[in-house]
């Protein structure tokens, strides 16, 4: 078995732990995060990507609304290749009440967000595709966040300062030595190699399973979990955050991000057993193509890419069964205090938009616990990225287009793959304009070992063609770079790829996207190849789930097929 030491040990590779790992790192203290997968695989890879300004809390939660804003001003600063400072509108329907407007106004001016009320004509003047049958407008400092970069450039800076990643490493159980927990017993998934990590302090980073790690120690952390799906639509059909100017209800929010709009979030409370399993059924689809309609009638003729969920971690504290006691807040325990159990900290809650905050109240409380007096930084420090995006890139040879995309995604650290090497310009991902440099940066300095972590990164396979013509390329690189690692062969990268995009388009396969589905399964299966393939699922026309589509949906479906 491999034995490590170190001072801090991280559980859990969202955006949270991500920002653990890099505030320890900053206060100089020897800090491994381990993930049982890729970065932001979790909840923090299946949201809807808003940058809240805190309006949409303003209403009915003050302090949410207020720590929204702060966080808002830092990302602002700290993030700039992360976030697009797009701005939202709070718009009335005819179906809502125009009284609400200035409740919402008021209760945003209280909390320090700017809220500018507009015409309905001026609202439509700047986002010409929303419902013009809106009765008002009001125009908030909202905007779009990635939640793949900002884990990332986390990670990178926290590297940078000593930090360390270890993804694909699953924590089975805690060390507890004397009634203190002293390290995490892992198992490497990839090898099935164990390892044993010990720490003077570890931190439970793992969102909605971490009441699975405060298990492993006898403790009580209950999750309430509450599952949001949400729909990506083919292009952007707004350029900025749309919402409904009433109390919060599902599907009442339109995101723009990068080249596509996300329609979300439905809500609902699922059983924890079933967290692993959670899927998008067809009630909630129909219920965000009716909602985002309503926002932006275009929606209606707009081709549905795919769908996604995830689980937001809420919590309950204390021996409240009922639920009534349930925190959409931050939670931090120390079970030092809490539990009379040194050395294991829980922090969980929250929101992507307060995931610094939350790593740096966990970083205070394990700085506390280790005598170490350094201050934290990261709310002025800005993440690699995003020091000087600027900057001259001297690559005269790149096009425009393509030097944007790189300066857009990684900010200054676009220089060190942007060349005029030829071969590193060439372009392999059309649609998001990644090229083969990109690519090599992404698997050499951002931890990817395989295509869908190559995703989160720079995107590709997440535009328009969903992967159709850059995925049999890109995996040929990142093989070729990581075989000596372990990492999957080609063919393997490929069909862990597939399975992912197959698992999003399955809810929504009728229509354009059934088309989609066959013709790519043809292409692979005939064109390519690829027949010989396990992973590759049998044709989309053999295995369509007639069970999964409602009965409006399948009328469109027999049609839209033939
Ligand atoms: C549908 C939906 C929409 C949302 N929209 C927004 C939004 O627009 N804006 C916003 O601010 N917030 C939003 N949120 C909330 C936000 O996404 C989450 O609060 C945030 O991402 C949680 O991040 P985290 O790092 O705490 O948890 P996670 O991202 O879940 O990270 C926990 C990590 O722990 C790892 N892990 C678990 N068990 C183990 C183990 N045994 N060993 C090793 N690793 C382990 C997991 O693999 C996971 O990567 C949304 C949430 C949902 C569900």
Not at 248 to 273: C, F, H, N, R, W
Not at 330 to 343: F, Q, R
Not at 380 to 387: C, F, H, I, Q, S
Not at 542 to 547: I, S
Request: net charge negative; aromatic share 4%; glycine share 8%.
């Amino acid at each position: 078995m491999k034995q490590i030491e170190t001072e801090v040990v991280i559980i859990g590779g969202g955006a949270t732990g991500a920002g653990v790992l890099r505030d320890c790192a900053l206060r100089g203290m020897r800090a491994i995060l381990v993930e049982k997968d890729d970065i932001a695989n979790g909840t923090t890879g299946r949201n809807h990507g808003l940058m809240h300004s805190g309006a949409r809390y303003a209403v009915t939660d003050q302090h949410s609304a207020v720590e929204c804003i702060k966080e808002n001003r830092i990302l602002r600063k700290i993030a700039g290749h992360c976030i697009e400072e797009t701005d939202g509108l709070f718009i009335t329907l005819p179906e809502d009440e125009l009284s609400f407007q200035d409740k919402f106004i008021s209760a945003c001016h209280s909390a320090g967000i700017s809220a500018e009320p507009l015409t309905p004509a001026e609202a439509l003047r700047i986002e010409p595709n929303v419902n013009p049958q809106l009765l008002g407008a009001v125009r908030v400092p909202d905007g779009t966040i990635d939640p793949f970069r900002l884990t990332a450039s986390s990670i990178l800076d926290a590297e940078e300062y000593g930090g360390r990643l270890m993804n694909y490493i699953r924590v089975t159980g805690l060390i507890i030595d004397n009634g203190r927990v002293c390290g995490v017993h892992c198992i490497n998934v990839k090898t099935g190699e164990a390892v044993d990590i010990r720490a003077l302090q570890v931190v439970n980073a793992a969102g909605i399973w971490g009441q699975q790690i405060a298990e492993y120690a006898d403790l009580s952390i209950r999750m309430f979990p509450a599952k949001g799906s949400l729909l990506i639509v083919d292009y952007r059909i707004n350029s900025m955050v749309i919402n409904r100017c009433r109390k919060p209800a599902d599907a009442d929010i339109l995101v723009p991000g990068d080249t596509i709009s996300l329609i979300g979030t439905t809500s609902e409370k699922v059983p924890y057993q079933d967290i692993e399993n959670i899927r998008v059924n067809p009630d909630e689809v129909e219920t965000l193509l009716t909602e985002g309609t309503k926002l932006c009638p275009i929606m209606a003729q707009t081709r549905v890419l795919r769908a996604y969920c995830g689980v937001r971690p809420l919590v309950s504290l204390g021996n409240d069964s009922s639920g009534r006691n349930i925190s959409r807040g931050i939670v931090l325990v120390d079970h030092g205090e809490a539990d009379a159990l040194p050395g294991l900290i829980t922090i969980t809650g929250g929101k992507l938009m307060t995931s610094r905050l939350m790593a740096e109240m966990a970083t205070d409380a394990v700085a506390k616990n280790l005598g170490n007096s350094s201050r934290c930084e990261t709310a002025e420090k800005p993440l690699p990225g995003a020091r000087g995006q600027q900057a001259e890139i001297h690559a005269p040879k790149v096009s425009i287009p393509v030097s944007g995309s790189a300066k857009y995604r990684h900010g200054e650290r676009a220089a060190s793959f942007l060349s005029d090497d030829q071969k590193q310009n060439a372009i392999i991902c059309e649609c998001e304009m990644v090229t083969r440099g990109e690519i090599e940066y992404a698997v050499n300095n951002l931890n990817a070992k395989n295509l869908v972590d190559l995703r989160r990164r720079t995107r590709i396979g997440m535009g328009p063609c969903q992967g159709e013509m850059c995925s049999c390329r890109a995996a040929g690189i990142v093989s070729e770079m990581t075989h000596s690692d372990n990492s999957e062969n080609a063919l393997d990268s490929i069909g862990e790829f597939l399975q992912e995009r197959w698992k999003g388009v399955r809810p929504v396969l009728w229509g354009d996207a059934m088309c989609e589905a066959d013709f790519s399964y043809w292409l692979y299966d005939n064109l390519l190849g690829y027949n010989q393939l396990q992973s590759i699922p049998a044709p989309v026309s053999e295995q369509l789930c007639t069970e999964q589509l409602s009965t409006e949906q399948k009328s469109i479906a027999a049609v839209e097929s033939v």
